[in-house]
């Protein structure tokens, strides 16, 4: 039972154009919400999170939007570059159990000239 | 320089033998993590720490032990009851409320 889910398994962007990562939940319980980046043979890092009583968080070019009533949140990568390309996953936690970090299965984004 | 040193950092294991992977870090954090990455799968939770000389299980820990006895340390066993252990194993540790940092993994293979 997926808890987390990201759809799609890979994006392709131009440099420059905005990149829109998508993210649902399944667990009413949760109510913190994460992205973390991760390059090949690394371990993921902090990108940017959201708690539920706001539905905007943005730093620098990411802004991370959260739709409660539809279970879904996305991050914005405005404008994408190159640097940008690697697998983004999606985190989500309760108030009650913050060590049980659940991931998705990540989006691989491209960022190409 | 602050963060976490998982070793090694590819490590081979012949079937039928136990195997520890090495986490240690130097942020003074208090609650330490392990996961696992499959392909196209998420991370999962093994085991994690929230204090010394404590830990508790995570959603797949059948197959593997910890030990927390140094805040600085969370050692990961994988034991011959783990039935499929290749995989890439993660470690993290994070302050109260704040977000997990994680360190380069150990890809684990089976020979």
């Known amino acids: 039972d997926q808890q987390v889910k990201q759809n799609s398994p890979s994006l392709s962007v131009q440099e420059g154009r905005i990149s829109i990562l998508n993210c649902d939940y399944t667990n009413s319980m949760f109510d913190y919400f994460l992205w973390y980046k991760k390059y090949p043979a690394e371990g993921p890092t902090f990108l940017i999170s959201?708690?539920?009583?706001?539905d905007k968080n943005e730093d620098g070019r990411f802004t991370v939007f959260l739709n409660k009533s539809a279970k879904h949140l996305s991050l914005h990568i405005v404008p994408s570059q190159p640097g940008d390309s690697a697998v983004y996953f999606c985190?989500?936690?309760?108030?009650?159990?913050?060590?049980?970090?659940?991931f998705g299965t990540g989006t691989r984004l491209q960022v190409f000239p | 320089d602050g963060g976490i040193t998982q070793s090694p950092k590819y490590l081979f294991r012949k079937e039928g033998q136990n195997v520890t992977l090495s986490c240690e870090q130097n942020?003074?954090?208090?609650?330490m993590y392990w996961y696992r990455q499959d392909p196209g799968q998420g991370l999962r939770l093994i085991y994690y720490s929230q204090i010394v000389n404590d830990f508790q299980k995570g959603d797949i820990a059948e197959g593997y032990s910890v030990s927390r006895e140094k805040k600085e340390s969370f050692p990961l066993t994988v034991t011959s009851a783990q039935k499929n252990p290749t995989a890439f194993y993660l470690c993290?540790?994070?302050?109260?409320?704040?977000?997990?940092?994680f360190g380069d993994g150990t890809r684990l293979s089976i020979l």
């Open positions: 993290a540790s994070s302050a109260r409320v704040q977000p997990q940092h």
């Open positions: 942020l003074n954090h208090d609650a």
């Open positions: 959201i708690s539920s009583i706001k």
């Open positions: 985190a989500a936690h309760s108030r009650r159990n913050t060590d049980k970090l659940i």
